[in-house]
Each structure stands twice: as C-alpha cells, then as structure tokens.
C-alpha cells in the first residue's frame, strides 16, 4: 500500500482507540502511540546505487514503491511495529521513540541491495567515533519474520574471535554474540533467542567443512537449522601466513595460496548455509585486521588484507539468498597502501603475550557492526554512542540481464551425456550428467551472449544449479568460475596482489585440506555435501583482479566488461583424493548463468525506410530514415538462401561505420563501391548507434528481434 496524502505514518491514535487496528488498501496497520513532537526518528532514502558504492551520489534517482518495516520495542509505549511504502522521493521515516529495533527492505523484484562500504572513513572524520566508527548498515532476508513468529535460533561458529578468547580481559565467551543475542531479546521480549555458542578458539576456516562431533561445521548447523549464523574465519589461516619484507617469492606464494584455499572454504560454509537453511540469516563478522599495528612494518598484510576484505564482502553478497559482512575490517585498519595505517588500533591487545585478538573495546566495535549488519536500531541510551536518531539510505542495484551460456566441451577425457541440457533453465529440469574420472577431467560452459551493448556491467554474479547421482567417496568434484577461461595461473607463476584472482569458487574444495603448501588437516577429506540428491543452487560474485596506480591509497576494482562476459565460463571439475578408480557418481548441471547488475540505457529505433538504387559503375545507393541523434551507421549483409530457411546470418559479411549524408530532409544516404558489393542472393539491413548503442537490425512478422548476436560491430 501506499500513504495517502495528508496522512503521517508516524501518527498513532490508541490514545483514542485502544488496540484498535485500521484496514487501508488491504493492509492492516497497528496503530501504536503517538509521537511527541521532536521525537526519535529512523529515516532514510531509498535509491537506485548505480555504481554500488553503497552512497547516494549525484544523479542516482530515488526508487519507489519499495516496501520498509521498523519492529521493536520503545523504551516507553510498549510494542512498535509499522511498515511503509516509499513514494516517488524514495523516501521514508519512521518516529518510534527511543527503544531496541530492527529495520527491514524488501528487495523489490529483480534489486538487490548493494551494501557498500565507505573507507574513505578515518579517525578525525565526523561522524568516526568508537565503538561505531561509521554506521554501515547490512540487511537481513527474514530475521524480522523469525522474530515476529516467536523463536529465533542463533548459531556462532568460527574461532577464537567468535569465542572472544582474550588474555587482555576477561568477559567470559562469546561477548558479542551474547549482547546481539541479548539486543533482539530487547526487539521481541516475547521471543524466544537461543544462541549456540558452537566456535572453537585455534580453528582454521578448513574446520568447519569436517563432519566431525565438536558442533563448529556446516554438518552440526544443519542438523540444528538455526534462524540466524554468524561466521568468524580466517583468522587462523593468516596467522602463520604473514611473510616478513624481506620474504622469498616462494613464501609469498605460499601465503597467497592459503589465502585462495581460505576464499574457496569461506565460499562452501556460505553455499551449504545458504542454500539448504532457507530460513536463515547469514552474516559474516570477519575479517578485521588483527595485527593492525604491524600495517606500517608488515608490507604483505598491507596490501592483501584490504583485498581478501573486499573479497568476503563480495562474496556474501553473491549468495544465492545474499549474506551480510559486518565490515568490521575498515574500523581496526583503514586501507592506506602509502603506510599511513589508520583505524582503532589501540583496540588490538599488544601486551602480555597476545597482539592477535582486540581488547574488550575492540570487542564492542565487532558488536557493534554485527549488529548494525542485521540493521539493528538502538536509539537512545540503548545506543553505543547514545544517538536518539538514524539515517539509514539504502541502495540498490538492478540486475539487467540473466545470461545462459551457449556452448558446452569436454576436457581431459570427461563424458558428458546430454550436454546442451545445461545452456537451458527452460527444459523441464533437463540436466547434462557429466562423469569425471581421477585426472584433469572438466566438463566448460562457455560462449555468453556479450552482444547487450545497452547494459553496463556493474557486477556479476555466477550461479549454478546442480546435484549428483550415485554415491561421491573419494573423488571428488568442484565447480568453478572464471573471467577468462583459465582458472589457474601459469606454471610458475608468482602471485602478487594484484595479480592472484584467476577462478571464482562456486562449490567445494575437493578433498584433503588445500594448499599443499600448508594443509592444516592433510588426512581429512574436505567437501561439504559431495552427496546432492536434489537439485541445489549456488552462486557468488563473478571477480578479477583488482588494480593499483601508482602513488594510490586504495586498490580499485574495475567492473567486468562486456568482452569479459563473452570470455567467462564455468567449469565442473574432477578433484581426485584417493586417485583410485571406482566412483559411480556423475554431476548433474540443471543449468550454469550469469546474472548482470548494472545500468541499461534505452535502445534506439529501428532504422526504416530503406531503398536501395544502382548508381555510377554498379555502386549500390542506400538511402534510409536517418535515426536522430545517431553516431554513425552499420550495414549488414546476409545470404538470402539462409534466411528464406528461417535463419540469419549477416553477422559474415559487415561494413562498420559506412560514410553518409543528407539525401533529402530527414534521409541519409550511403554508397557501397561495385567491388564491395557481395554476390547476388543476399539480403541488406542498416543500423544506428545511439550513446553507444546499436539500434535493432530488423524484426521478424512475429515480432521478434533479427538475432542480435550477429551484430558485431563496435
């Protein structure tokens, strides 16, 4: 529903009709108690976050229509629950007064919240203070939902951080968590909030895909099906990962491989989670630098933990159903590639033997982001910095297009039945079953469409939707995606970082602990859920490598181009254990995409009115409506035997750019010489671009569009 004009969603008359309720439009609203005048206030503007920086930047419009919910509890007034719908200015306010909340965006079809971070943040800036820092707001899916029925199971998992193991202070375990669990007791006093203290101090991220008995792995989670997760990891994995200045290349190498393998591990926990809990919330509280104050000293941990912080973050929000990160990171240890390393670092324990794990007010800073990544509302003296109001802008990204791929290859002795079964979500759940054996087995999906010349990719997120047959024991499979079709690097290569990213994991690492460099569990085999019975989807954001001028502060991550997702492919891949023969498993591909968040602009017209004359020495005169505002023009030539079949096929025979001019008003005209006319029994289309865009070759009686994909000029 929408307000009516001259009707303030903040007012409540239960001063005049106790526990009465109003009926709008098919909405039943509660109406609670009124306002004082000057009183707290959650507001915000909702809007289209065009390069998804999560900042409402000159030129992004407002969206509306997009639906928005506070539920709490008012320190005075009991129970708050109302929702709006935001008008044409995007806009919405709430006036609950000062109490324990949690806000709520429904993501409008085809929008996902974009959830950007601002490092620009630092101490000295308004606004920086501890233990906030800088609000950055997350957004849960359906915590406002679990709350409301009553129960909300809340599940810690990870290391030592999630435990809060500290030789600084001492607060007992799992602080954070305590007090966020505590908080939404506070939200939904009639609710019941059980939190399972289930992270173990000294686990690597590797620990929580060993089905094994101690309750801090994706297996036990399952089994319990909480309603909320949050995962500390990596930690550990960085720990003995931290190569001094004056390191070899190969112990550089080293650390990045652990940081891959830490990557690929954080990227199943948060497929399993996401795709076979559905009523969970997933967030991530890590990664904050926890050796802050070695930034200036320790060059390695300079440059890579601001990339693998950006890499989580980029994760969680590809999922399937997104995650949230608690973006935790930018608060401990601005990112400052010129050693001018900033943050709260005097929150790092540094003495008595410890220097790895934050002092109690560090730990307030990780409560205070896990929460506000589940948008919780504290106003008043339930606040940390005692604020009594908020301003929570939201911004959105809208996905464009969904791409399928269009080619299917077997490598490396792979047998795939049914292959072109997976280019397709629209076959009946048709699906390729692809047999790997015990060497470099794979089966590639390949050749999507890069044609869409009105889209500008903003991000990309790479999905499946899969399941198995048979019984996987130990030779496992993985699936992967990649910009360029190479997944791995050179032999030989040395990582840098800027130059490490070259796949982007989608499902499993393959069996025992990877890097062989430094395997914490090298007699374990890892994979969650080998066994898939039905069809289960996945996805994470599509990344490449991100770029550093010279002199710059902070790393850049530049889109992926149009040419990138023609070069894109995703691959289902063996990873042998055992190397013995004897699995009867085989993979089975629903389909494999390629979903494009970004910016469309509009498509011109179709060029009309063409004719076609013989003019001097058998040069051929084109002369046609000009297009307005048109850049330059395209001819296209086909054969005509294909297209009386029912095909097309000018995209063999193009003139880019052809010369032209005014014929009469409103016409334009063009010559193609006697030697560049093809043969006869051909057929002749014309095109325009407009703000870089091509303009329609032709339309089928259908209508439908001439395929598009033979337009290739650029």
Known sequence: MRWSRGVRQSHDWSSFFSKARLTVAGCSLALLAAPTVGAQTVSGNIFHDRNANGIRDAGEEALDAVQVRLLGQRDAGGPYDQSATTGTSGGFSFNPGNGCYV??????????????RTDEFVPGTSGYTAPVGVRRWGGTQVLQQNLTAGRVRFTALGDSIAVNFNTCFDTGTFFYELAVRDRLRCVAPSAQIDLDQSAISGQHSDDLLVDDADGNNVFRTLERQPNLVTISMIGNDLLNNDPADNASQAEKNAAAAELIDSRQNLQEVLSVLTSQIPAADIEINTLYDNLANNCNTRVFRRQWTPILQRVLRDLAWGQTRRATNAEVYPEFSHEDQNRGCTGFRNQICTFIGDGIHPRKSGYDVIREKLWESL??????????LGATSQTMDQGFLQRALRLYPTRFETRGGAVVTDGAAALSASDGEAGASIELGLGAEDLRLSGF??????????????GVRYRTTGTVSDDFYRIEASVNDAFRPPAGHN???TDWIYFTPLVGGGGPNAP????????TKLLALPNVASYREVSATLMKNPTLAVGAAQYTWPPLSRAELGTAAIRVAAAAVANTPGDNYRVVMDYAYLDVYGTTKPRPAEVLGVTVTKGVAGALVLDFVEL????????YFGTLSALQSGSYDHGSDIRCDVPTSVSTPGRRSATI???????????LLITGRVDSVESPAGFTSAPQEIDRSLNRCP
Do not use: I, M
């Open 375 to 384: 948008d919780g509302v504290n106003l008043g003296s339930k606040d940390a």
């Open 103 to 116: 806000f709520d965006v429904v993501d409008p079809a085809g929008w996902r919240r974009t959830l950007g």
């Open 516 to 523: 062989v460099e430094d395997p914490d569990y090298p007699n």
């Open 449 to 462: 469409p890069d044609w869409y010349d009105e889209v500008t990719p903003v991000k990309v997120v790479a």
């Open 495 to 497: 990582y840098t970082a």
């Open 628 to 635: 307005p505002a048109s850049e330059l023009y395209n001819v």
């Open 673 to 683: 010489a006697a030697s560049a006319v093809p043969a006869a029994n051909s057929y």
